[in-house]
Structure formats: structure tokens, C-alpha cells
């Protein structure tokens, strides 16, 4: 990112109470997707939610809905995103310097757990995707290896034999929308494939340390074609299949294992843990699939009905119609 755009970006921090995390996102900071949005999204990590909407309230009460503010203020804000959402709550539509921004704000804590073991695969989904990080006092960027590595494991699960590079970021770029309930009346059918498109580089830079690393496992091997465009074979045996299940987070081990069967293993480390007992690279795949769809639906669900009553009536029939509106434009 160019300095000029990256220090516009990070002034907005100064209108806003101190942050320990901030990434953006959004096609309007990739230069390769033509189709650009007008919002710029934020998410912001915070060591105490409940303090930070209170001193945002103060400075930038216009960005709340009003109801919030009347009835229960921070306190309130902070209860609709933790019991009701996932844990954020959005500002959308907020006006800053002539241009419209929309903001999560995320607890430092729950951020980080959902990065290690995709509890809801909401913000560990977001970062699996290309970001710009701002701040980082807490060095998400590396707790984030976890996440791309079990993210390239699990879309390894989900892909034949053979496949292109640009398949393989698109079934990693999906693996957050499987069951999300917004694709299917809220969201462009064809999501994920601008967003590969338009930052196929990112990706590139973002998964390359892993796929070498997998390659030097024999895990599978990249080769590039006459287009420049790399092609890649994985080995499907089920040694492979078990190493790749082994590299998910615990959530999703942990259910596989209630419906796989699991056993007890001594780790590298001496330690104890539970292992899912495999039959075929099918049955976990499958077994796998059915998982993330579950949490992904479920959170999806929570955070929609969070993210209606914390903007309020207006903006939320504001921001869906935009959404529906480029749902609908992409199925006509």
C-alpha cells in the first residue's frame, strides 16, 4: 500500500479511542478490482469493549443508533454484540473526512481465540482473506499463521487431485461463507470469485510460505504452466488426509472427532490429546464440510440479527438494500 493511502487510513484512529488491533479491507483498496465499493471497512480490536464504546460515545455519538444510545448506551452495545452477535458490533455508514467507513469493534481476547480455533469463523474468516493491518501491538499477523495454515489444510480437503492456484484461493476464500445465510439473498453470487480476481497477488503473497512448506512435506507440487497461471497436484492418501485434518483448529477437530471417533495420542510434545480416526479422505471431507457450514450458518445468523438492532431501523434497511442490491444484480 502506497504511504500516502495507508497514512489517510491510519488518521482516522485519532477521531476514535485508542486501539490495541486495526486492520481495513474492501475493494477499494485493491487497485486490480474493478469493482469497487464506496465503503471502507475497519475492524478494530480492543482490550476492553465495554470501556472503548464509552469513551467513542462521548466523541462520536452520531456513529451509534440512536436507541442504543437513549436506552443502555456502551453497556448496552456491548451486551447485543456478546450475547446476541459474535461479538462485534458495526458502526456502518459512518462519514469521516467526505468519505463513508464502516467499523467492527472486537474484543482483543475473542479475536485471538476465534483466529486459533475458528469458535465462529467470523473474524479468523475475514483474515484469511487479504487485509491491509494498521496496528498491530499485539502481533496478530503472526498469531495469524495458525489460521492461514489450517485455511489452506482445509480447502486441500475440499479439492480433487488437481487444481489451479486461483481454485485453491477460491475454496479458501469460501470456506467463511459456507452456510452463511446472506448468500443467499443478501450477497453477489459471484463474491468469491472478485475477490480472488482482484487481489490474486495478495493471496499469492499471503499463501506462498505455505504451500512451500506443504510441498516440501510432499503434501502436493506446484508447477506453472505456459500462462504463468501455477497448477497443483496434492497427494489424496490417507496419511496426508490425516496430517491435514491433524493441522485444524481444535473446534473443528473436536466436532469431527464426535462424529468420526476419536483416540487418545501422545504429540511430539508428550502430550495427551485426542485424534479423529479416519476411514477415507471422503469421510473427511464430508465430515469437515458439514462442520463449518454449521458454525458458519449459526454465527452468521447471530451477527445478522446483532448487526439489525445495533445499527438500528434506518441503517439496516439501508445497508441491506445495498447488499440486495448487488445480490441482484449479479443474478440478472
Not at 482516522?12 to 481495513?24: A, D, G, I, R
Not at 470469485?193 to 512451500?212: A, E, N, R, T
Not at 497443483?232 to 472427532?257: E, F, H, K, N, W
Request: hydrophobic share 40%; with cysteine.
Amino acid at each position: 500500500m502506497e504511504k500516502g493511502k495507508r497514512a489517510e487510513l491510519v488518521s482516522f484512529l485519532k477521531s476514535v479511542p485508542f486501539v490495541e488491533f486495526c486492520c481495513v479491507y474492501g475493494s477499494t483498496l485493491h487497485p486490480n478490482n474493478k469493482d469497487k465499493s464506496a465503503m471502507v471497512d475497519y475492524i478494530l480490536g480492543v482490550s476492553d469493549p465495554l470501556q472503548w464504546h464509552s469513551q467513542n460515545l462521548k466523541m462520536n455519538a452520531d456513529h451509534y443508533a440512536s436507541w442504543l444510545r437513549l436506552l443502555g448506551g456502551a453497556r448496552l452495545i456491548t451486551q447485543v454484540a456478546d450475547d446476541i452477535g459474535v461479538g462485534v458490533h458495526f458502526n456502518p455508514f459512518v462519514i469521516w473526512n467526505d468519505k463513508m467507513l464502516k467499523y467492527g469493534v472486537v474484543r482483543m481476547r475473542d479475536l485471538v481465540q476465534d483466529v486459533l480455533n475458528w469458535e465462529k469463523i467470523y473474524l479468523s474468516g475475514r483474515l484469511q482473506k487479504p487485509v491491509h493491518i494498521l496496528v498491530d501491538n499485539l502481533d496478530i499477523a503472526n498469531t495469524n499463521s495458525v489460521n492461514l495454515r489450517a485455511a489452506l489444510s482445509a480447502a486441500l480437503l475440499l479439492l480433487p487431485s488437481k487444481f489451479t492456484q486461483e481454485d485453491l484461493f477460491a475454496k479458501i476464500c469460501s470456506l467463511s461463507y459456507m452456510g452463511d445465510l446472506r448468500m443467499l439473498f443478501a450477497e453477489d453470487k459471484n463474491k468469491v470469485k472478485k475477490i480472488v480476481q482482484g487481489q490474486f497477488d495478495l493471496f499469492h503473497s499471503m499463501y506462498k510460505p505455505f504451500l512451500q512448506e506443504y510441498e516440501a512435506r510432499d503434501f502436493l507440487r506446484v508447477s506453472l504452466s505456459g500462462t504463468d497461471q501455477a497448477n497443483i497436484s496434492q497427494d489424496c492418501g490417507l496419511p496426508v488426509t490425516c496430517s491435514l485434518v491433524s493441522s485444524l483448529p481444535l473446534a473443528i477437530r473436536s466436532q469431527m472427532g464426535k462424529k468420526l471417533g476419536q483416540k487418545k495420542i501422545i504429540n511430539e510434545y508428550g502430550q495427551a490429546i485426542n485424534e479423529v480416526i479416519i476411514g477415507s479422505r471422503e469421510e473427511a471431507s464430508k465430515c469437515m464440510q458439514g462442520v463449518l457450514r454449521r458454525i458458519v450458518m449459526i454465527s452468521s445468523a447471530r451477527q445478522a440479527v446483532s448487526g439489525l438492532l445495533a445499527v438500528g431501523g434506518i441503517n439496516a434497511t439501508k445497508y441491506l438494500a445495498n447488499k440486495m442490491q448487488k445480490a441482484w444484480k449479479s443474478w440478472t
